[in-house]
């Protein structure tokens, strides 16, 4: 059974100034030098004694101001931000949808992009090509398939980028926003393809700022404030008063 | 592969001049020495600046230091392949004939790699926390081409101080490199330093290719 669980996760980032990345001056305040007075790095606290246990089922909705800790957050979920204190506990196999082109290159075609995306949602190559055919299929290109994707327009590589990242197969899935790609007529395909994934899915943490998805989606709030978080629980319980408290 | 053709006959043809030196022999060594400086040079300039460039790669995936190394390295070595034909050729025309110690350029290929893997590791770490690290790489690169035989050949060194050039990593990978192409002989003390330098180094960075270097993720 999936699940992950942060135990007292804190994150903290080193903020650096140019002087902290010299490493001349480094060695000048170790002989003692002049410069040896200079303030030590400032560090910002993103995340503060976080606990939180997600379990099978899960529908977690990130809610927040801006710079409240939520894509940190998921990020440490997702494990590319190993905490600075605190440990996290996760069983079951984890994708980070937070940017659905990573891995794809513009020189290449649409076809190898698939195959690119794909492995770097952790498929294997002979995988990857496996899944190819239905994504070909899905995203409509056709025949722009096989040109480099630096000649597409941008609404069709975030297409494409989009078919490849909700072919994903995981257990556990964060995201940052709803992802949605298309013109008028893709966008209902979109729509569905998407529904079909997040059915798949075990659990799935999405920060967002939509109260219709709040609401329609998610089966518990997690509001982050500061770094902390302020309140867990049902859309009814948490979004009023993180509205009121502004 | 015309840029590199262009650079290697022309530096090829003005320095066999210099240094009053038959072009049939100067020139192949010219061509296949710069072009082997090329792929070390290249890789270690671009690992000093490898991790912030590639950021986003860090940020939205659980993913080792050693993966876009590999790529820096992978990418390189193409270019290299692609840019020793010209030099072949080159050599071929002026009536070098491919001996069967050409075969040790194969070894000395994998070594100058396993070499620049491991060093562009640390450096592209160390570079990422001290930035003025990145100025002094490409100015000691810049420095080493003067001390290392790729411009000149060993041979007119007094012998006290070509005793010294095994002792450069520089002068050791070029070497294995090319000298086995062009049918020169490499003494035993660089393949011995080669090992030492590419073999002994990559078990020393061993701790930063997993996940040891996970919190600079933070840095960049």
């Known amino acids: 059974m999936p699940s992950i669980s942060l135990q ?8 650096r100034t140019p002087d902290a990345h010299s490493l001349q001056l480094r060695l000048w305040s170790a002989i003692g030098g002049r410069l040896a007075t200079q303030a030590k790095g400032v560090s910002v606290r993103a995340l503060s004694k976080i606990n939180l ?4 089922g899960d529908r977690i909705g990130l809610v927040g101001n801006n710079g409240a800790g939520k894509t940190t957050l998921l990020r440490v979920l997702a ?5 600075t204190s605190g440990t996290v506990r996760r069983v079951g196999r984890i994708v980070a949808l937070t940017d659905i082109s990573l891995g794809m290159d513009p020189e290449a075609t649409g076809l190898e992009n698939i195959v690119f995306r794909l492995v770097f949602l952790g498929h294997t190559f002979a995988e990857a090509r496996k899944l190819s055919p239905e ?3 899905f995203s409509e290109l056709g025949e722009y398939l096989r040109m480099p994707v630096h000649t597409y327009s941008s609404g069709m590589y975030l297409r494409l980028a989009f078919s490849i990242s909700t072919a994903v197969n995981s257990e556990i ?8 790609a298309g013109d008028a007529h893709f966008i209902a395909k979109a729509q569905l393809r998407l529904t079909e994934l997040l059915k798949r899915v075990s659990i799935i ?9 709040m609401k329609g989606f998610c089966n518990r709030l997690v509001w982050l404030d500061r770094g902390e978080i302020r309140g867990i629980g049902g859309f009814d319980e948490i979004y009023p008063s993180y509205i009121a408290a502004g | 592969m015309l840029t590199s053709a262009i650079a290697v006959s022309t530096i090829g043809f003005v320095w066999s001049y210099l240094w009053a030196q038959p072009v049939g022999e100067v020139l192949p060594y010219i061509a296949v020495g710069l072009v082997v400086w090329q792929l070390i040079a290249a890789i270690l300039i671009e690992s000093t600046t490898l991790l912030p460039a590639n950021s986003r790669y860090f940020h939205n995936q659980c993913m080792p230091v050693s993966t876009v190394v590999f790529a820096l390295a992978f990418r390189h070595t193409a270019t290299f392949f692609m840019n020793l034909i010209f030099p072949l050729i080159l050599a071929a025309s002026l009536g070098l004939r491919p001996s069967s110690s050409a075969f ?11 070499w620049c893997l491991w060093t562009s590791l640390i450096l592209s770490i160390l570079c990422t926390r001290y930035r003025d690290i990145v100025q002094v790489v490409s100015n000691v690169i810049q420095v080493a081409i003067f001390i290392t035989p790729v411009l000149w050949m060993p041979e007119i060194l007094p012998a006290r101080a070509q005793d ?7 002068a050791v990978f070029v070497a294995i490199v090319r000298d086995p192409l062009l049918g020169r002989e490499v003494p035993l003390a660089y393949w011995g330093s080669a090992v030492i330098f590419s073999l002994g180094g990559f078990c020393a960075s061993l701790p930063f290719l997993g996940r040891g270097s996970r919190r600079i993720v933070y840095w960049i």
């Open chain 1, 173 to 180: 899935l964060v995201m940052d926003e709803m992802i949605s």
């Open chain 1, 53 to 56: 246990t997600l379990s099978g």
């Open chain 2, 104 to 114: 040790l350029a194969i070894p000395g290929v994998l070594l100058t790699l396993i």
């Open chain 1, 135 to 137: 994504i070909e299929e």
């Open chain 1, 205 to 213: 943490v999405l920060a967002t700022h939509d109260a219709a998805v």
């Open chain 2, 164 to 170: 010294w050039l095994p002792w450069n990593p520089f």
């Open chain 1, 8 to 15: 007292d996760v804190s994150v903290e980032f080193p903020v």
């Open chain 1, 79 to 83: 494990g590319s931000y190993p905490p």
